[in-house]
């Protein structure tokens, strides 16, 4: 997969983001907040996956719009994004939009290189997803969860269940003693993918409440 940096090679934190053409179009603004909004000295890489459908999910599942079903590539992008997690003394968050804020959450099951994960409304209404989470501890200390207010007033009927299956995941990483917060978002699922990010993100950096 392609890399694109952003900020200070040697900084102690480390940002690792999934992303796709359309992410890509708004990282810079993405990173801007970030620094504008915790002022830390900070390391985002972007990964830009080849297929996003299959890259990012876990294992297969049948579409849920169109006609492009879902693969299992997850596994093999983790281990892709693990060698970014080498350097000894470094922080190490993981992070994404929609389909690769469920990467992250799914990861967080899967490795404990990564001290939080940003999720940034993510696909949690992926078939089989919430039960996996019911089956497994997180191996992160902190997971920051939001979604859009409007994103579950849709007619599709699979993605319509996202509201109560991310407030489900909220319940059970606060019930694992996860540092955890759901954060509530104005407009559907396409309104400001990077500021959504962004908030994301800083709230690992600054484990509070930030305005942006």
């Not at 996956?49 to 997850?74: H, I, Q, T």
């Not at 989470?133 to 920051?144: E, N, Q, T």
């Not at 694992?176 to 396409?190: I, K, R, S, Y």
Request: aromatic content about 12%; charged content about 25%; glycine content about 8%.
């Amino acid at each position: 997969m392609d890399k694109y940096e952003f900020g200070n090679w040697e900084a102690h934190i480390v940002l690792i983001q999934p992303v796709d053409d359309y992410d890509l179009a708004g990282i810079e603004n993405e990173f801007r907040t970030i620094r504008a909004t915790t002022g830390a000295d900070l390391r985002l890489v972007a990964a830009k996956v080849r297929d996003w459908n299959v890259d990012l999910s876990p294992w297969e599942a049948p579409a849920v719009f169109g006609n492009e079903k879902f693969g299992s590539g997850a596994p093999d992008t983790l281990e892709e994004l693990l060698e970014l997690t080498g350097a000894q003394g470094k922080t190490y968050y993981l992070g994404g939009y929609s389909l690769a804020g469920l990467f992250a959450l799914w990861a967080s099951y899967r490795t404990s290189a990564f001290s939080g994960i940003a999720a940034a409304s993510p696909s949690v209404w992926f078939p089989g997803f919430i039960n996996f989470a019911k089956s497994l501890r997180p191996r992160c200390s902190a997971v920051y969860l939001s979604l859009g207010d409007r994103e579950e007033k849709t007619r599709n009927p699979v993605m319509a269940t996202v509201g109560d299956r991310i407030r489900e995941l909220y319940d059970i990483l606060k019930a694992a003693g996860t540092d955890c917060v759901l954060e509530w978002n104005q407009g559907n699922h396409f309104k400001e993918p990077d500021i959504r990010t962004a908030k994301a993100f800083s709230w690992l950096i600054g484990r509070k409440d930030l305005t942006i």
